[in-house]
């Protein structure tokens, strides 16, 4: 006899794996901040969001060890009751100096920050509208918000104002919500008209700056590639470029403090582990003291995109959209049999027939190495 939950489950299975769509963990152990060893090959890895190295630096590292050595390996409990470690008012106050705001507050995870910020600020008889692009958890604050959402087309401002303009009339607060670099295309949003747009219809914006930070705008992140933006909720990740775990958000004093003794995904989870609390300030410093470093992943992903004469990269993020999920399979195959790992992505990560290699560039990547992988896509793009 089998239940019928593990049968449910196993008809699901087999329906994504007759669509070339089911998934499985492959254990990966990453050597440093490009190479890998998984499935027993040692391979060079365009997969990965470390996009400055710094899960590997010395210096981060030490700060980590040196944190769990003077206060354990964990919070204890949610931050409003013993889990508000010193060491996050200190990297709050960092974050907020960086990204020009009055304060900070610091979440376990970047999907757990937008799906507790967004119901804070938005409910039952307001609007919220999001880019169709933007990232699952973005979406999932939406949703949970129970507010009207509305979905504009991808980066298309004057979709954004329509929707915007009919819908404002009959709510109550409107919020906009939106990616800074989207993770799956690598494309910008275009944040100055989004945010006049905004400030037109009385509408609050949020930016997730996950994969902006660190490597864009001189290491400030996304914003700082449109100064005439007025960002109400600078969101971003200490799990990419700062190479580690948590996530922020930036704002205004009193919109921090309501966040604090609002948010669920703070009220009733346990507080960051001070050791990624003390690798996150530490990576900070390094980003602060090294512009080289910080300008290196862009460039890389330029050289990539030069090389196929493919449209100059606005991000580390590169995607070759390949279509099918069997092609992405099988072109992610052949790049492994080079020794080069390009994850494929496929549905529903991205949307059916955009199945594709996202390609992500880091600061360690060899010029010889991006060259390197061009020349294994560039058959798959002539297809």
């Known amino acids: 006899m089998i239940d019928t939950l593990t049968a449910y489950a196993q008809a699901k299975i087999d329906g994504l794996a007759a669509k ?3 998934r499985t963990l492959k254990p990966t152990h990453r050597l440093d901040s490009v190479w890998v060893i998984r499935g027993g090959r040692r391979m060079i890895s365009f997969s990965c969001n470390d996009y400055l190295g710094l899960s590997h630096h010395p210096a981060v590292k030490a700060a980590a060890k040196a944190a769990i050595d003077t206060h354990g390996t964990g919070a204890g409990a949610s931050r409003l009751i013993t889990g508000d470690h010193p060491l996050f008012s200190e990297l709050e106050a960092r974050l907020a100096a960086l990204k020009g705001a ?12 937008n799906s507790g910020i967004i119901p804070v600020f938005a409910g039952p008889g307001d609007v919220v509208l999001v880019d169709e692009l933007a990232h699952a958890c973005i979406w999932a604050g939406a949703s949970l918000s129970r507010a009207d959402v509305i979905m504009f087309r991808h980066n298309d401002t004057a979709d954004l104002e329509a929707k915007l303009a009919a819908a404002r009339p009959g709510a109550g607060r409107a919020l906009v919500a939106t990616d800074g670099v989207f993770s799956m295309d690598g494309d910008v949003a ?24 660190g490597v ?9 590639l449109f100064p005439d933006a007025r960002i109400d909720l600078a969101m971003g990740t200490f799990s990419k470029a700062i190479g580690g775990y948590g996530a922020y958000v930036c704002a205004t004093r009193p919109v921090i403090d309501l966040l604090k003794m609002r948010a669920r995904t703070v009220v009733y989870t346990t507080g ?9 300030l ?12 910080v300008a290196a992943p862009l460039a890389k992903a330029r050289r990539f995109t030069s090389a196929l004469n493919l449209p100059e990269a606005q991000s580390t993020i590169v995607p070759i959209i390949l279509g099918e999920a069997e092609t992405a399979l099988a072109a992610a195959a052949d790049l492994e049999a080079k020794g080069l790992l390009a994850v494929p992505i496929r549905p529903p990560t991205v949307p059916a027939g955009a199945a594709r290699l996202r390609i992500a560039f ?7 190495a991006v060259d390197r992988l ?7 793009l002539a297809r």
Do not use: M, Q
């Open 282 to 293: 530490a990576a900070l410093d390094v980003i602060a003291s090294d512009p080289d470093l």
């Open 216 to 224: 864009l705008g001189g290491g400030k992140g996304v914003a700082a």
């Open 20 to 22: 070339s769509l089911a």
């Open 362 to 368: 880091t600061a360690g990547h060899p010029d010889e």
């Open 102 to 113: 009055e304060a900070a507050c610091v979440f376990g995870s970047g999907y757990l920050a």
């Open 374 to 380: 061009a020349e294994a896509v560039r058959p798959w």
């Open 272 to 280: 960051l582990p001070p050791a990624n609390a003390a690798a996150a």
């Open 190 to 213: 275009p944040l100055s008209e989004i945010s006049r747009i905004a400030r037109a219809h009385d509408a609050w914006l949020l930016v997730d700056d996950a994969h902006g930070l």
